[in-house]
């Protein structure tokens, strides 16, 4: 089957390779020291693309994009967290379809998605954002109807069952642009989500979404910010979601205090033959 040239991406997390690979040959994936020579340091952001039939990896310094492998799925798998070990990632296979929605691991060398748990979620939650914390727990938002009590909702899921626990509303208004799409923790623990326009500070305890700062500097008006990611130099990375017709995505540095968007790159995928 022959991929037609695609940059419109979905989701993105980031694994920072300090030495040797993530299970990948070093030409798809890559492996370099922890800090480059101009000390902008040297990350490999992972994204799911085409909505999520495949896996993206990018270079951060060489600013390039190499396909890794097709996910073998049907859409649409949106949301992708990588484990604290760095040796795969997660999803939810089929995250559109409340019938079907299933936990799914991604192979890191071939992009391949596996279910996990005999069981799908059960529930009508259409997961795009999920993150590890450092003890790794597994992190979810779900429910994305605004219509719906548990809109805007922080769930857990259970690696072994693949089946969700609702924490609680993580509040703010009842509107689709303010659905967190992705999470991630910095280096000190404390976890961030961002919605399509803003960044906020999670507490997972209460649980509860604080906004930080409105999203500046995005390629479209209103922002279309769709994933977020930081590296193990604290240094946050964000991505949109665009279509190609409409110039594609870009990612971006992102100033968390401030939400200036900073573009880095375009990725894109090159056709291939499988």
Do not use: C, W
Not at 170 to 194: E, H, P, Q, V
Not at 209 to 225: R, S
């Amino acid at each position: 089957m022959k991929l037609s040239l695609e940059s419109s991406l979905l989701r993105i997390a980031i694994f920072v390779l300090s030495i040797g690979t993530i299970g990948a040959p070093a030409s798809t994936v890559g492996a370099a020291p922890g800090v480059s020579p101009d000390g902008r340091g040297n990350a490999t952001l992972l994204a799911t693309a085409q909505n999520g039939g495949v896996l993206l990896a990018m270079d951060v310094d060489e600013e390039t994009s190499t396909v890794i492998g097709k996910t073998g799925f049907p859409p649409a798998s949106l949301a992708l967290a990588i484990t604290p070990a760095g040796t795969t990632a997660y999803t939810v296979a089929n995250t559109q379809n409340p019938s079907e929605a299933h936990l799914a691991t991604i192979d890191l060398a071939t992009g391949e998605e596996r279910l996990v748990g005999s069981h799908p979620l059960g529930q009508d939650l259409y997961i795009m954002g999920m993150t590890f914390s450092p003890d790794g727990v597994l992190y979810a938002a779900g429910d994305y109807d605004p219509t719906s009590p548990t809109f805007n909702s922080l769930y857990t899921i259970y690696l072994v069952t693949g089946l969700a626990h609702r924490v609680g509303s993580l509040g703010g208004d009842r509107a689709k642009s303010a659905f967190i799409m992705s999470f991630t923790f910095d280096s000190g623990g404390n976890m961030y989500g961002a919605s399509m326009m803003s960044v906020y500070t999670i507490d997972r305890t209460t649980p509860a979404a604080t906004k930080i700062a409105d999203f500046v500097g995005a390629a479209t008006d209103p922002p279309l910010v769709m994933g977020m990611a930081f590296d193990e130099n604290d240094k946050l990375y964000a991505a949109d979601h665009v279509d190609l017709p409409d110039g594609g995505s870009t990612i971006y540095t992102l100033d968390r205090q401030t939400g200036v968007l900073t573009p880095l790159l375009k990725p894109a995928l090159p056709s291939f033959t499988t």
